[in-house]
């Protein structure tokens, strides 16, 4: 009798379940958060990212509904983008420049630590049945924490740059540069519209004899003073700017002369009832003031600054501390 021989068989898995056992473990463990919502906004599926951030267990997050999970949740806007999801049977997103975040997650970013909350984009994607209908939505929420912090700093640095670029270092006023550009911006829109414009003019008195006697650091602390009184008296329309030295310049827009005078002797009677301290030492100083208005015959904006330049200078041959008002000869 021959021997029978045994033969080995091996059982390979069913291929479909191992391919859905994967795929369950790469949608838990993916890094970014997966929701399963079905019309009701009851949890389907919670991923571990959203565990891990959220603190609430997938075990108490499926069956529940989100917005009872997150009462935070901005409901009206969310609700509105799942139900035409659920509708049109199309996506929706929302990035972190419209919303910066959905979720109220900490960011636990190593190279962004001064971010506070999790940046995060968001993507809402039907899911259909074999029915064709749509059963569910799957909420992806993406950390973007990096990429939006490193933007924001560098629009930051640009805008630190921009402001550079324009700005005068020693007053924060409008630099030479930057203020006549509005100059000119003025004179056209004048030029153009008709409309009535002035500008202002104003010097230090005796300024030199401040750099003499107490120092040119002393010197610098006036300037910035004044045009600290400068900005508080000027409207939120105007432009003022440092000329250059001891000297400013206010474009008022939308201002008769007989306006600007009351601004002028305004700010010419707050400049000389200040008291500037300059290392313990009190000083009181005044200017002289020149006003023009725009007129039809200026053919540029550089015969506008020459007419307010004469009058501020008829203040000072006048006895300095005044306002003097350009007339045409």
């Not at 929302?94 to 979720?103: A, H, Y």
């Not at 003499?212 to 600290?228: E, K, N, P, S, Y």
Request: charged share 20%; with cysteine; glycine share 6%.
């Amino acid at each position: 009798m021959s021997q029978a021989s045994l033969q080995v068989v091996s059982v390979e898995p069913d291929s479909e379940l191992a391919s859905l056992h994967l795929m369950m473990q790469l949608l838990q463990n993916v890094d970014v958060g997966l929701i399963l919502l079905n019309e009701q906004h009851q949890v389907q599926m919670w991923n571990n990212f959203m565990e891990n951030h959220s603190a609430i267990r997938t075990s108490d997050a499926r069956g529940s509904n989100l917005f009872d999970l997150f009462p935070e949740l901005p409901a009206g806007w969310l609700k509105k983008k799942i139900d035409s999801v659920f509708k049109l049977n199309s996506r929706a997103y929302s990035t972190w420049e419209q919303q910066p975040r959905l979720f109220n997650f900490r960011s636990n970013r190593p190279l962004t630590g001064n971010a506070e909350f999790m940046y995060q984009n968001v993507t809402l994607i039907p899911l259909t049945s074999t029915n064709k209908k749509v059963s569910q939505v799957c909420i992806l929420v993406y950390d973007v924490t990096d990429i939006a912090t490193h933007k924001l700093e560098l629009e930051a640095a640009n805008a630190a740059l921009e402001k550079l670029s324009r700005t005068d270092r020693l007053t924060g006023l409008y630099n030479r540069g930057h203020w006549e550009e509005r100059l000119m911006e003025e004179f056209r829109r004048c030029k153009r519209t008709g409309r009535v414009s002035s500008l202002l003019m104003f010097d230090i008195d005796h300024f030199k004899k401040i750099n003499d006697g107490c120092g040119h650091q002393a010197g610098g602390t006036v300037i910035r003073a004044l045009a600290d009184l400068l900005l508080q008296t000027q409207r939120e329309t105007d432009v003022s700017g440092r000329y250059g030295g001891e000297e400013f310049v206010t474009i008022l827009p939308d201002t008769t002369i007989s306006q600007a005078l009351v601004f002028a002797e305004r700010l010419r009677l707050r400049i000389a009832a200040a008291v500037v301290d300059c290392q313990g030492q009190p000083l009181q100083v005044t200017v002289s003031i020149g006003i023009s208005q725009y007129d039809d015959m200026l053919e540029n904006h550089l015969q506008w600054l020459t007419k307010v330049d004469q009058a501020m200078y008829q203040s000072k041959h006048n006895g300095r501390n005044q306002t003097t008002c350009y007339v045409q000869q």
